[in-house]
């Protein structure tokens, strides 16, 4: 079946069956490899995309589900001034050891500091705990969190 | 270092004037290891951009960067003039590329100082032929050579090819940088990829995109070792979206890291071949290994300690009399799981199988022996298999082994287009080369001044086909080796069905956990305080055989021992509140010498609150990247501390129970404490950094939870019901 549906402020319409998680459709239907694959379960927040703002699990959103909602992906967050603070927070503090992670823990980070522009350590644990760094870089990705919030230290 | 006297480079000119430099280096740091030329390519073009191929696959541990850095210092340009190009997979070329065993460090140092420092004197003695000034009246910064009396200056691209027409000179002779004047090495740089890995870029290889390719899930036995009997494809088949389903059989007399039997679905998506494994039915012939579980391995090891070991690694003076004579005597029972190595990235792989060729694009650690076994399990030449590499999302060791390699390969054989192959978070975990299990039967003896005297070990392993399973070695050089007068270490060998392999320190991230713990119910046993006692063991400053031929210092040991004891303020430890305490260890691996202290805080219900966290560590005269070396070895303690809190493999039925990150726990942010860093710099030539700082963080927290509870962990990961008041 047709889903239209708005990526990073762009229409899109693909052709695919109603419980395809919103994933699969960027990754393997749209071609953004952004957003990325690590359980399937929605425990570890490697493919956290935002709808209408809000941070969600990729692989547990069906695109049937979407509807008018607004998708953002790591692939729009330069545009996006919260996003473009937080990755430019990642690289002034060398964030990424495999990488792998970091751009769902950018997009939860994005989301956390709309709503909460000054987050203490609880609300950074609170916000970023559904995302696991198996490379552990935890402590740069909160100092980073920090940075862009203003509210840290700097490089 | 005596190897770079064999170190051999070739100039030439490139195409435009470009200066080549080509160098064929020594990579055995070890005498007994075979010699293994490394290749060296920079390209210093007539604009001045200084390109510098990487030839290692990139895991995370930075290399991609701290290698051109070492040249870049040597021949002195900006790092801003730096590219860096990932080089193809050729082994005949490049000599071994792999990432692993903390090597790159050890092996490439001091060579690549020499190329860069070859390059960088050519080119200030075609810039002083050119004047025609001495060329010891030049100077070099940020790549231009000047000359300061006649106030004239050139930068190395105009001086590129006069360069390439000079003799080559003696590496071994060359003038190497004072260390203090370093411009990059010692700077903390930033991966090269990052500005890609934060704007979501394609860069790893579940992101390979290849015209007209199919996506495929395999279905394997659960049980390892598993035949398929049957299997309903032509169901599958006509499933919707599907492309295509087939049994694939495993490769008669194949190892286990080749192909094993099972099912391919192919589909337009990827998760339309996973869905369609709901409607798989596949009868197994599960085989032998049905018999085994993690249940049945300890009960076995359990009965195995009651006799003698089948075989000795190590008698000195008299262990079993010198405990009878001994005023205390310590007898305890250590145990620790299979692991999983849990990248995030599941493992992958694309292949187009076409002409009777092959090409892959492929997240490996170790893409040589990859390239072999896809030949020898397709029937067709090496030369025939060409394989990209891509950026990896977390090795650990995992990626060592290239079994997705040689299935994606099949299938896209089979199905006659390319494939990319994915494996879910399941097939991933159940699928693993493990590290292994063991079991560690202890006695140990003080006198009546707390002096220890003697000490055994019945270790418990696994075995595979008359040998030792992989990574389930222990040497005999193990601490406290050749410092207690009456120790004996023996060994008893259970046969084993899973499969295992390195995992991020392989063997220390046990042992460590295994001796520190010990050493820590001694030390307490005999009324001494753990740091001290450590110390009183380490003794005199002096070199032990182990470390792989390097030796062990026991001085190097102690001094980063007595640090961490000072950064952590381990003398006032009992001002700390009720069940908050201070636990401390040691390990010795990779070259690399690491101390740490962890500070945990443990409720009444039993949970564990990660305090903070002190490492010390010597790997040696030079920190290349600090930056990156802060973040591998925070990185490192906190994996340790995740791996212990929450993570172990079941095996049940010859199958692995756990399937994802509800029952094999990676560490979070809200568990992760402050971790301070401090390295020793000595006098030694600098080592690796991706592996040591993990063994000792594992027993320092088991020792602070036995600080702060009285309850000693004796067996992993952490049961926290023993820990409720
Ligand atoms: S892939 Fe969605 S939470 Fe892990
Ligand atoms: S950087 Fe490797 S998983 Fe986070």
Known sequence: MNYTIKINGVSRTVDVDGDMPLLWVLRDELDLKGSKFGCGAGLCGACTVHLDGVAVRGCQTPISSVGTASVSTIEGMTADPVGRRLQEAWLALDVPQCGYCQAGQIMSATALLRRTPRPNDGDIDAAMTGNVCRCCSYTRIRAAIKMAAGSGEKS | ?725
């Open chain 2, 1 to 725: 270092m005596t190897a770079s006297r064999r170190t051999f480079l070739k100039v030439s000119a490139a195409a435009g004037g470009a200066l080549m430099l080509r160098a064929t280096l020594p990579g055995a740091v070890r005498a007994e290891a075979p010699a293994e030329p490394l290749t060296a390519f920079v390209r210093i073009a007539p604009d001045g951009v200084v390109t510098i191929l990487s030839k290692n696959p990139e895991i995370g541990q930075g290399i991609r960067t701290m290698l051109p850095m070492v040249i870049a210092e040597e021949l002195d340009v900006a790092w801003s003039q730096v590219r860096i190009e990932q080089a193809p997979l050729d082994e005949a070329k490049f000599g071994r590329q792999f990432a692993g065993g903390s090597q790159a460090t050890p092996m490439n140092y001091d060579p690549l100082r020499r190329v860069g420092a070859a390059g960088r004197q050519m080119l200030v003695t075609a810039a002083a032929a050119r004047w025609g000034v001495p060329a010891a009246e030049c100077r070099t910064e940020a790549g231009v050579v000047f000359h300061d009396r006649t106030a004239r200056n050139l930068g190395y691209g105009a001086l590129a090819s006069d360069a390439s027409k000079l003799p080559v000179p003696d590496l071994a002779r060359i003038v190497l940088k004072d260390p203090r004047t370093f411009k990059i090495i010692g700077q903390p740089i930033h991966g090269v990829e990052n500005p890609k890995i934060v704007t979501g870029q394609k860069l790893f290889g579940i992101d390979t995109v290849v015209p007209g390719m199919v996506h495929a899930v395999f279905q394997k036995c659960p049980v390892f070792g598993g035949k398929v009997v049957s299997a309903n494809v032509d169901t599958i088949k006509k499933l919707s979206g599907i492309h295509d389903a087939f049994i694939v059989r495993g490769h008669q007399g194949a190892d286990r890291q080749s192909l094993t039997d099972g099912v391919a679905i192919l589909a337009k998506s990827w998760w339309v071949a996973n869905r369609a494994r709901d409607k798989l039915e596949i009868v197994w012939d599960e085989g032998a290994a049905t018999s085994q579980s993690s249940k049945g391995f300890a009960e076995k090891a359990a009965s195995l300690a009651q006799g003698s070991p089948a075989s000795w690694l190590r008698r000195d003076g008299d262990a079993q009399g010198a405990l009878k004579d001994a005023a205390h005597v310590v007898a305890a029972a250590y145990s620790y799981p299979f692991l999983p190595h849990i990248d995030l990235e599941p493992q992958n792989c694309t292949a187009h199988f076409q002409n009777g060729k092959v090409e892959l694009w492929a997240p490996t650690q170790n893409p040589g022996p990859g390239q072999k076994l896809v030949a020898a399990t397709l029937g067709i030449p090496e030369s025939d298999v060409t394989v990209n590499m891509t950026r990896i999302g977390g090795g650990f060791g995992r990626r060592l082994r290239n079994d997705f390699m040689v299935e994606a390969a099949a299938i896209s054989r089979r199905a006659g287009v390319p494939v990319k192959l994915v494996w879910n978070r399941a097939d991933d975990m159940r699928h693993d080369f493990y590290r292994p299990a063991g079991f560690h039967f202890l006695k140990g003896g003080l006198d009546d001044k707390g002096v220890l005297t003697a000490l055994s070990d019945h270790f418990v392993t696994f075995g595979q086909g008359g040998k030792l399973a992989d990574a389930a070695q222990m040497e005999a050089t193990e601490f406290p080796a050749a410092l207690v007068p009456n120790l004996a270490f023996g060994q008893s060998v259970m046969e084993l069905g899973v499969p295992t392999g390195p995992l991020r320190a392989p063997r220390s991230n046990a042992l460590a956990f295994v001796f520190q713990s010990f050493i820590d119910e001694l030390a307490h046993k005999g009324g001494r305080d753990p740091v001290e006692f450590r110390l009183a063991i380490l003794g005199e400053p002096k070199v032990l055989p182990g470390g792989n031929g390097r030796g062990f210092d026991t001085g190097r040991m102690s001094a980063v021992l007595r640090k961490v004891a000072e950064v952590s303020d381990w003398a006032n430890r009992d001002s700390l509140p009720a069940r908050t305490a201070k636990g401390v260890a040691f390990y010795f691996s990779h070259f690399g010498y690491f101390a740490e202290v962890v500070q945990t805080t443990v409720s009444a219900q039993g949970e564990i609150k990660l305090d903070h966290v002190w490492v010390v560590g010597d790997v040696g005269s030079q920190i290349i990247n600090p930056s990156g070396a802060e973040n591998q070895v925070q990185g490192a303690a906190l994996d340790g501390l995740g791996a212990a809190l929450g993570q172990g493999i079941t095996i049940e039925r010859g199958r692995v129970v756990e399937a994802n990150f509800d029952t094999v726990r990676p560490l979070r942010i809200d568990q992760v404490p402050a971790v301070e860093v401090h390295f020793l710099i000595t006098d030694h030539p600098p080592t690796g950094l991706g592996e040591p700082a993990l063994p000792p963080v594992i027993p320092a927290l088991c020792n602070a939870i036995f600080a702060a509870t009285g309850k000693r962990i004796r067996g992993l990961p952490i049961d926290t019901e023993l820990l409720k008041v």
